[in-house]
């Protein structure tokens, strides 16, 4: 069987997908803008909050202690991804029998609840201990709707096309890599015209106010979009058949394949985007609207090279280039931060953004295509969902915490490596997995 048009079809008990027109260049644009919308919504408010984290510590979690202070905000970030599990499979199950689109929209719509509370919560000097406990049920809130949107989404984009899987699922990534320009280039103008009472009064609730205009826009989009003729095909054949459908319980294997396949791309933003622009503040001692520049590069170069890798990927496979980007990431990324440790300097740092947004690159623009594949057409918004959400909460809602806390604790500011190294590893052991059970398919087929 060809790896590049349905990978992992017989490896997986998956039901060859039925023929699919060919979308038109304006449907085109508006699959991907509409599925990538929630994408980047969510990144971008994710990602403002961690960038934001000194001040927002302050405004809900004040305390004598700046550093414990400033966990409990990253943490209150974390805890949001406890929900992703449960998002996953609510939101999952839904989109599975109802329908990706309506499983979009109804993401969206929680999304936007948690950005509004974001925007226009009162700090805990006006209101006291209510103040961090809304703000903390708004992160559950919109954990539960992320994690449903990863697996929707891509389930709508591959589903409209069987030649183009890569390219059209790519843009769940090239939609993170653009909202990290956009979370970034907010924190690195902020902290560079607003003075700092300003900054913490007021100036940090601006990008949650943006993104908060951008969600509806992706709710109307969403809402007259029509469903995918993959899942409209398949339920219409569960209804004129007799033979079982196929059941959620005999994917097992490849739910945990999926959430090894995850570690190193969450893992990658996470430490490498989301923590950073901290790290270089605080142990690097660089200025923050350097490290926050930085960043933008790294959302750039994502942005750019994740649609050409899946395009790639459509072409020569998914996981040569995956499991390739997964062995050079393991090989290269400690001595990378040993180097930036030994030069902490702007240069330096724009050095290993420069390699690690590439390498992010390559490894996620094929990665929802992969995952879309292992998973047959009519658990496949169950399975994406699920896996995604495993993997983004087991290795990466917590990584800024485990980082930070292992750096206080030990005082070993090469730290964000050894993550990064075991996720590689993970992912690389993943991918082997699933392309071994590929070959043997392919072998009886």
Same mark, same amino acid.
């Given at each position: ?8 079809? =017989? ?8 023929? !699919? /027109? $060919? @979308? ?5 644009? +508006?699959? #991907? ?85 974001? =925007? ?8 006291? !201990? /209510? $103040? @961090? ?5 708004? +992160?559950? #809130? ?304």
């Amino acid at each position: 069987m060809n790896e590049r048009v349905y990978p992992g079809a =017989a490896a997986t008990n998956a039901e060859p997908p039925a023929p !699919i /027109a $060919a @979308p038109s260049k304006a449907m085109i644009r +508006r699959i #991907v803008f509409s599925s990538s919308i929630g994408n980047a919504l969510e990144w971008f408010d994710f990602l403002v909050y961690g960038y934001f984290a000194t001040v927002i510590a302050k405004a809900f979690f004040p305390s004598h202690d700046e550093w414990l202070s400033t966990m409990l905000a990253i943490g209150t970030f974390g805890i949001s991804f406890l929900m992703r599990p449960l998002g996953a499979i609510v939101l999952g199950v839904y989109g599975d029998r109802k329908g990706r689109k309506a499983a979009l929209t109804l993401a969206i719509l929680l999304m936007m609840v948690g950005t509004f509370t974001m =925007a226009v919560m009162p700090s805990y000097a006006h209101i006291g !201990i /209510a $103040a @961090p406990l809304l703000i903390l049920l708004a +992160r559950l #809130v919109q954990g539960f709707a992320v994690g449903g949107e990863f697996g929707s989404a891509t389930a709508f984009m591959v589903e409209h096309s069987e030649a183009r899987r890569g390219y059209y699922a790519s843009w769940q990534f090239a939609s993170q890599g653009l909202a990290a320009i956009m979370a970034a280039a907010f924190g690195s103008v902020l902290s560079a015209w607003l003075p700092q009472p300003q900054l913490e009064s007021w100036g940090w609730r601006i990008p949650f106010v943006f993104g908060l205009l951008v969600g509806p826009v992706g709710y109307y989009i969403r809402s007259h979009l029509d469903e995918t003729p993959e899942f409209l095909a398949t339920r219409a054949a569960q209804k004129t058949t007799s033979a079982p459908g196929i059941s959620f319980a005999n994917q097992w294997l490849n739910l945990l394949l999926a959430v090894g396949i995850v570690a190193q791309s969450t893992v990658g933003v996470y430490v490498l985007q989301l923590y950073m622009p901290l790290y270089a503040v605080k142990q690097l001692h660089l200025p923050a609207t350097a490290s926050f520049a930085v960043v933008v590069l790294n959302g750039g170069l994502q942005f750019i090279f994740s649609p050409l890798m899946g395009a790639l990927s459509d072409r020569i496979g998914r996981i040569r280039i995956m499991l390739g980007t997964s062995i050079f990431m393991g090989a290269t990324i400690y001595p990378m931060f040993a180097w930036l440790q030994a030069h902490p300097t702007v240069a330096s740092l724009v050095v290993l953004q420069s390699v690690a947004g590439i390498l992010k690159a390559a490894y996620s623009g094929p990665m929802p295509a992969l995952m879309s594949e292992i998973f047959p057409t009519r658990v496949r918004s169950t399975g994406l969902s699920i896996g995604y959400a495993l993997g983004v909460t087991l290795f990466g809602g917590f990584a800024p915490t485990i980082v930070e806390a292992f750096i206080h604790v030990t005082g070993d500011k090469l730290a964000p490596s050894y993550y990064v190294l075991l996720a590689a590893v993970l992912s690389g052991i993943s991918l082997a997995i699933v392309a071994w059970r590929m070959h043997v398919a392919r072998r009886k087929t």
